[in-house]
């Protein structure tokens, strides 16, 4: 008989997330699902409620680093085993927006969070028999780094802001391998494809319509839940991977150069170290 597991998914409510997090309770697995809104996240729990499985709903947000550092607690705390985390939590901004802790939105968000996360769960993780990160975040692109604007505050695009925070999730799986390769947790970095999910975000005119449009093509959610759960079940024996769905990318220093990486892993500590206190919330 098999023995049940338990998840941690962020941006869990909507999207890829929520259809993990389906597929995961509906098997008979345990899910954490981290959001904002508790109206979705209640929903997702009554569906559980008559599944094998079960799913709890914990609202945060993970573009204040200090909520994330206290969800991370709180989830340890109650999960000391956490069999795999699947990293899905972003918001799309046209026009640029700075957090109380003084970050863009985004790279608190995208990229930042997710530092937290992966390394805040990692004890946990490493208690697991075969655990996996799986990071959504669309490896693979060339996007160039500007790191005197990492933050887009002199040329802010909404999309090359979020194209480039997939970028530093690639660095920051290099530098996860590097320093944690030899122990049980494997790295994934997942491209999902054009899929239907949510979309959420702040949208201009212009984008919205765009996404409408990419709406009437796009798979659904639910195609891409099987390659991740496949990920999660039977992690790659490499540290670090990346997949577009089922596809398994190449690793090449082009795009996943350790010596950026370790680059990026400095100023991430230098930015959390100095970030403005915020309390955290309740």
Known sequence: MRSTKTFVITGGTDGIGAAVARALFSRGDHVVVIGTDPEKGGRLAREAASAPGGLEFVRADLSLMSSTRRVIGEVVEAHPTIDGLVLCARYFRTHRRVT?????????????SRVLFG?????ALEKAERPAIVNVAGP??????DWDDLQSAERYDGVRAMFVTGRLNDLLGVTFAERHGEGPVRYVLFHPGTTATSFAGEFDAPTAAFIARQKLTAKPAAEVAPP???LLDDPPGAPLSAFNLSTELPLGEALFPP?????????TTDL?????????DR
Do not use: K, M, Q, S
């Not at 693979?140 to 780094?145: A, F, K, Q």
């Not at 010596?259 to 100023?267: I, P, S």
């Not at 959390?272 to 955290?280: G, I, S, T």
């Open 259 to 267: 010596g950026l990486a370790a680059r990026l892993a400095d100023v």
């Open 272 to 280: 959390l170290a100095n970030a403005r206190v915020r309390r955290p």
């Open 119 to 123: 390394y805040g769960l990692l004890d």
């Open 228 to 230: 991740i759960l496949r």
């Open 140 to 145: 693979g692109h060339d996007t160039p780094i």
């Open 100 to 112: 109380a802790e003084g970050f863009e939105d985004n790279f608190a968000l995208f990229y930042l």
